[in-house]
């Protein structure tokens, strides 16, 4: 049974170029969350989703930012306009029920050049 | 608003010593995790604590955790060298979503040979 699964491993982006991050969770999985971690600390919360729908965004900077997870494929974290303090490692995590154990993936580290 | 606070945020220890790191988290949660993070890696979950008193033990780690403290301990005995990494205490945060956890600064474990 294959964890969750993140791409790209590593992705450079240019100020002002968009970054698209996904994951696709563990089979069975319906439940979505986004984390990042900045250098140095601890991971934040972003988003949790299900399928289709967005359950909490509290974590979610108010622009630039937004997540889907839809009926078919993986979860994405979309950022638009990147600046370098985007910079920072993204992971993402999926659980089974709504308060099963969480499994990391092994994180998306985007660079803003 | 939920707060995890870990101390110290970096040791440094012998091969062969003993030591304790703390989470304090300031409201009540229900569930108290351990996760090790090696550098560039993903999470790996430790432990699970769910109720007060428990204690959980995995090798050279043991944790604990005092609800009505609102404090957990990870106990590390006869430090060696593998378990340098970073470990982080995560509690549940609710107003939103169950899982939403709420992460530690981290603790930066250096295992001296």
Redesign the interface.
Same mark, same amino acid.
């Given at each position: 049974n294959a964890g969750v699964m993140q791409n790209p491993r590593h992705l450079v982006r240019r100020r002002g170029q968009e970054a698209r991050l996904r994951c696709s969770p563990m089979k069975g999985h319906s439940?979505v969350?986004w984390?990042r971690q900045l250098p140095?600390? %601890?991971?934040? +919360?972003m988003v949790?989703l299900q399928k289709e729908n967005i359950?909490?965004e509290?974590g979610m900077p108010k622009e630039r930012f937004s997540a889907e997870f839809p009926k078919e494929g993986p979860s994405i974290l979309r950022i638009q306009q990147v600046v370098r303090g985007d910079s920072a490692a993204y +992971?993402c995590a999926s659980?089974q029920q709504? $308060?099963?154990?969480?499994? +990391? %993936? $092994? %994180?998306t580290?985007l660079t803003v050049t | 608003e939920l707060k995890v606070e870990q101390n110290p945020l970096f040791l440094s220890m012998q091969e062969g010593k003993n030591y304790t790191i703390y989470c304090n988290y300031s409201t009540t949660s229900d569930r108290l995790y351990w996760y090790r993070q090696d550098p560039g890696k993903s999470l790996e979950s430790l432990f699970v604590l769910l109720s007060n008193g428990a204690v959980k033990q995995e090798g050279r780690l043991m944790a604990s955790l005092d609800t009505k403290a609102r404090l957990s301990t990870l106990h590390i005995t006869a430090a060696v060298h593998d378990l340098s990494a970073t470990y982080f205490c995560a509690v549940e945060g609710y107003g939103g979503a169950t899982n939403k956890l709420i992460f530690g600064t981290g603790t930066l474990l250096a295992v001296q040979p």
């Open positions: 439940h969350y984390y140095e600390e %601890g991971l934040k +919360f949790y359950i909490d509290s +992971f659980s709504y $308060n099963s154990p969480l499994h +990391f %993936g $092994n %994180g580290r | -």
